[in-house]
């Protein structure tokens, strides 16, 4: 049973404009959430992230939106970049639970010229 | 910066042969990880180690070891690989356990056990 889910294996965007990937999760003790990108042949490497006592949070071009109602949460790039494509995975956790990072299968990023 | 370092990157395996992978950070962090990626799959944690001299099981802990050697270093052992271990493994390192502290990953090993 997955906890969490990223529903689109791949998306493609025009550079410099908005990309928004989704992530949905099922478990409601998650109170974490995080998003890490991934190059080929690199690890992932932490992006942003989100309690779930607030709903927005920003950094740069990146921000990620929470509704905890909804179980719901989304990335938004803007303006995306051609250095922009990659694999990003959504991760979730509960409060001081090591054993409990879960990961989505990932969404692969295209950005198209 | 080093950050979090996987030896080797690549290694092909006959079923039944053992191997350790090694990981070390040099960032000082108290939390590492061990998780393997699979095609279609995100990444699942097989053992964690909150800090030096404390591992614990994982989603998929089932044929591995681990031994965490000091605060450098956590390394994970197939005593009998199989085909289905064939994976990309990541080491990964955080500053302390739990949320707020993201994880750093290491560039991974491309494991195939034939």
């Known amino acids: 049973d997955q906890q969490v889910k990223q529903n689109s294996p791949s998306l493609s965007v025009q550079e410099g404009r908005i990309s928004i990937l989704n992530c949905d999760y099922t478990?409601?003790?998650?109170?974490?959430f995080l998003w890490y990108k991934k190059y080929p042949a690199e690890g992932p490497t932490f992006l942003i992230s989100?309690?779930?006592?607030?709903d927005k949070n920003e950094d740069g071009r990146f921000t990620v939106f929470l509704n905890k109602s909804a179980k719901h949460l989304s990335l938004h790039i803007v303006p995306s970049q051609p250095g922009d494509s990659a694999v990003y995975f959504c991760?979730?956790?509960?409060?001081?639970?090591?054993?409990?990072?879960?990961f989505g299968k990932g969404t692969r990023l295209h950005i198209l010229p | 910066n080093a950050g979090v370092t996987q030896t080797p990157k690549f290694q092909v395996l006959k079923t039944g042969q053992s191997m350790t992978l090694q990981c070390a950070q040099d960032m000082n962090h108290n939390s590492m990880y061990w998780y393997r990626q699979d095609p279609g799959m995100g990444l699942r944690l097989i053992y964690y180690s909150a800090s030096e001299g404390t591992t614990d099981k994982g989603e998929v802990p089932n044929g591995y070891n681990v031994s965490r050697l000091n605060k450098r270093e956590f390394s994970l052992r197939l005593e009998s690989a199989a085909p289905s271990q064939t994976s990309v493994y990541f080491c990964?390192?955080?500053?302390?356990?739990?949320?707020?502290?993201?994880?750093?990953f290491g560039n991974g090993t491309r494991l195939t056990v034939t």
């Open positions: 991760a979730a956790s509960e409060m001081n639970r090591d054993d409990k990072i879960i």
């Open positions: 478990n409601s003790m998650f109170d974490y």
């Open positions: 989100i309690s779930s006592i607030k």
């Open positions: 990964a390192s955080s500053e302390t356990r739990g949320v707020g502290s993201p994880l750093h």
